[in-house]
């Protein structure tokens, strides 16, 4: 058997499951499954499934850890945890799962930290941490990531800084930190991310400024700063305009950069609730 879904009201798990040696996918919606409600601790049965490359489990509210054995399971591409709300930590031994391409812990927000080896997951192309409302710092080793294209920190509200590390994120796309009410500052070297085309940080009150990009972000092609209270433009730095800037609700604007009017590249901009009245350096 290659694939199970489980879809039954099952008491426990079988012993019997780590004998699946060639199981390459599970599925595991909580919600549905009643009985998984009360799953603290994910049977080490699973740490013996030597061929899994699989793995999706959802809404478990009061799953707290992860066997330490987690780490096994070294064939694994994808891994999906969103929803356990009690989730409170990652073993150190999950830096092992070095095929790893895929990880969402959406809404697990009693996440506080990752584990220092997760920046040995030197495959890892996606990781979604959307709603991990209590992750407070994310380790210096992330920057370890090059293969990483996309990250998703939505309503991440604890988060107040990323690593300088991030500088090495060479191959990094998009990156999401909507409503990351506590972040006031991106890492001074965050223009070394030359690959990067789409960059979200609406909503992020607490930011104070951008760092200087030095031109170098020229594959830049969605900025939205929407609703960043502090942004003046002084603190806009010497942005490489993208095709759609979005600077609606930043009530400090009082000025329109001139380094983004006489930017031919532009096709959409928003000024929305901004405090902007001249716009004669358009062009």
């Given at each position: 058997?290659?694939?199970?879904?489980?879809?039954?009201?099952l008491f426990e798990?079988?012993?019997?499951?780590?004998?699946l040696k060639h199981l390459?996918?599970?599925?595991?919606?909580?919600?549905?499954?009643l009985t998984y409600a009360d799953l603290a601790m994910l049977p080490e049965e699973f740490c013996y499934l030597s061929s899994l490359r699989y793995l999706t489990l959802i809404g478990c509210p009061k799953l707290q850890l992860?066997?330490?054995?987690?780490?096994?399971?070294?064939?694994?591409?994808?891994?999906h945890l969103s929803k356990c709300s009690s989730l409170e930590m990652l073993p150190d031994s999950f830096g092992n799962l070095t095929n790893l391409q895929h990880i969402n812990l959406t809404d697990c927000g009693s996440l506080k930290m990752l584990p220092n080896s997760f920046g040995n997951l030197v495959n890892l192309q996606h990781a979604n941490l959307s709603k991990c409302s209590n992750l407070e710092m994310i380790p210096n080793s992330f920057?370890?990531?090059?293969?990483?294209?996309?990250?998703?920190?939505?309503?991440?509200?604890s988060l107040k800084m990323l690593p300088d590390s991030f500088?090495?994120?060479?191959?990094?796309?998009?990156m999401n930190l909507t409503l990351c009410r506590s972040l006031k500052m991106l890492p001074s070297s965050f223009g070394n991310l030359k690959n990067l085309q789409y960059i979200n940080l609406s909503r992020c009150k607490s930011l104070e400024t951008l760092p200087s990009f030095q031109g170098n972000l020229l594959q830049l092609?969605?900025?939205?700063?929407s609703d960043c209270l502090n942004l003046t433009l002084s603190t806009l730095g010497d942005i490489t305009t993208p095709e759609?800037?979005?600077?609606s609700g930043c009530l400090q604007m009082e000025l329109f950069p001139s380094q983004v009017g006489s930017q031919p590249s532009l096709k959409k901009l928003n000024l929305f609730r901004t405090n902007i009245k001249d716009l004669s350096l358009l062009r």
């Open positions: 058997m290659q694939e199970l879904n489980i879809e039954a009201p798990f079988p012993k019997s499951l780590r004998s390459e996918k599970i599925v595991l919606n909580c919600p549905r499954l992860l066997p330490f054995l987690f780490g096994n399971l070294k064939k694994l591409e994808y891994v920057g370890n990531l090059t293969t990483l294209q996309h990250i998703n920190l939505t309503l991440c509200g500088q090495n994120l060479r191959n990094l796309q998009t092609r969605h900025l939205h700063l759609c800037l979005d600077l």
